[in-house]
């Protein structure tokens, strides 16, 4: 048995780094595009030999785990919305740039969207400007943090001065200052700051003022637009700054900021339906399985995908993600509501389930637009 490292080793396409830290956001960025797997029939998988088989299946998982992320309409729409906020923000270092809130439910694909966006953006401003700044330091033109649960203001400081390799020690005004010579010397135009929700939970209008003052403190001392990402962060108080929702009006940083959203996807239409459909047919063509055919997800699943993901992006893709694991495991190699009956799912889509098949199932709703659900009925 040869066991001399490294030798005839298969490590496989998982790709290991956390894009809050400067290393992991740069191997995100100009890592490699995965190669698609190619598309074996069962008889060429039969052919291959037993470690071959265990090699392309593992490349296959790998790649269903991570396909994306997808240009759908949501998607563009909040690049576009993005891209024009961003790119004017082109003000001296004396004026505080306008920032961005994020504001969706949970399962939209807020991250991934924001991620893809970043990564273009990262890539857009090295070409144009270079991987060094003048004074020859290494260019970082956006920075990524996400917050953990009930995070502090010395919390959201340390988080950025950690994304940099910096020390992390300190109150919170010697690590705003640290951060903020960061960012100077690198050129950072940028600050994603994820999960803006987990701050500390505004239970008084005290806490949702001093917060929102903390943030405007970031704006004003940090030459960067703030893209801030959370879910249900109007409703904290801090946009508002402790006032009721109707006094906006009077709060400094809800003027600052403006607020974008992600939407889910939905059937009550035709536009939406032709929206699903595409979004089914764009994921079906990135899918390895041996008996995979035209339809299998925009035809013949189409109902049964909205009903189990309730038009969420994070839930239909993991539930068509660990679809085709089983699929791949059991030899089935397709994707059906018998396979797919056997699939979990998470708590909320779960619960949403029932009632929107019962509408399917009334014929009170259908994600098929028009054409394909009169075609379907006199097939």
């Known amino acids: 048995m040869n066991t001399e490292p490294g030798r005839d080793c298969f490590?496989?396409?998982?790709?290991?780094?956390?894009?809050?830290?400067?290393?992991?956001l740069l191997e995100f960025v100009y890592g490699a595009d995965r190669a698609k797997p190619e598309h074996l029939t069962k008889a060429e998988r039969t052919a291959l030999s037993a470690?071959?088989?265990?090699?392309?299946?593992?490349?296959?998982?790998v790649w269903h785990a991570n396909i994306g992320p997808i240009k759908t309409p949501q998607l563009l729409e909040?690049?576009?919305?993005?891209?024009?906020?961003?790119?004017?923000?082109r003000h001296d270092g004396d004026k505080a740039k306008p920032a961005v809130l994020v504001d969706a439910y949970p399962g939209l694909g807020k991250s991934t969207a924001i991620l893809?966006?970043?990564?273009?953006?990262?890539?857009r401003q090295v070409a144009l400007r270079g991987e060094t700044?003048?004074?020859?330091?290494?260019?970082?033109?956006?920075?990524?943090?996400a917050l953990t649960g009930?995070?502090?203001?010395?919390?959201?400081?340390?988080?950025?001065?950690?994304?940099?390799?910096?020390?992390?020690r300190g109150d919170a005004d010697t690590l705003a200052e640290r951060a903020k010579d960061a960012v100077l010397t690198m050129k950072t135009a940028v600050f994603v700051v994820d999960d803006i929700h987990f701050l500390a939970p505004s239970h008084t209008n005290a806490n949702a003022v001093r917060m929102a003052n903390h943030l405007k403190f970031l704006s004003n001392t940090f030459p960067v637009t703030l893209i801030y990402v959370g879910v249900g962060v109007r409703q904290r108080g801090i946009l508002t700054e402790g006032h009721a929702p109707e006094q906006t009006l009077f709060a400094q940083f809800g003027r600052r900021t403006t607020p974008l959203t992600l939407r889910p996807f939905q059937v009550e239409d035709e536009q939406g339906r032709q929206e699903w459909r595409r979004l089914l047919l764009s994921i079906e063509r990135q899918l390895v399985l041996s008996e995979l055919y035209p339809g299998m997800l925009a035809d013949d699943l189409s109902d049964y995908l909205f009903a189990r993901s309730s038009g969420h992006f994070a839930s239909l893709m993991a539930l068509i993600n660990r679809g085709c694991l089983r699929a791949i495991r059991t030899g089935h190699e397709r994707l059906d509501t018998e396979l797919m009956d056997k699939v979990k799912n998470d708590a909320a889509a779960e619960e949403a389930r029932r009632e929107l098949v019962?509408?399917?199932?009334?014929?009170?709703?259908?994600?098929?637009?028009?054409?394909?659900?009169?075609?379907?009925?006199?097939?």
């Open 358 to 379: 019962a509408a399917i199932e009334a014929g009170l709703l259908t994600s098929r637009p028009k054409n394909r659900a009169q075609r379907r009925r006199t097939a």
């Open 133 to 145: 700044t003048p004074d020859g330091q290494r260019r970082v033109p956006l920075i990524y943090v």
């Open 51 to 61: 470690q071959d088989l265990v090699r392309y299946d593992d490349r296959r998982v």
């Open 11 to 24: 490590e496989g396409d998982d790709r290991q780094y956390s894009p809050t830290r400067l290393k992991g």
């Open 150 to 168: 009930n995070t502090h203001i010395r919390g959201l400081n340390a988080a950025i001065c950690r994304f940099y390799g910096l020390p992390d």
């Open 78 to 89: 909040l690049h576009n919305d993005l891209a024009e906020i961003v790119d004017s923000n």
């Open 116 to 123: 893809d966006y970043a990564r273009d953006y990262y890539r």
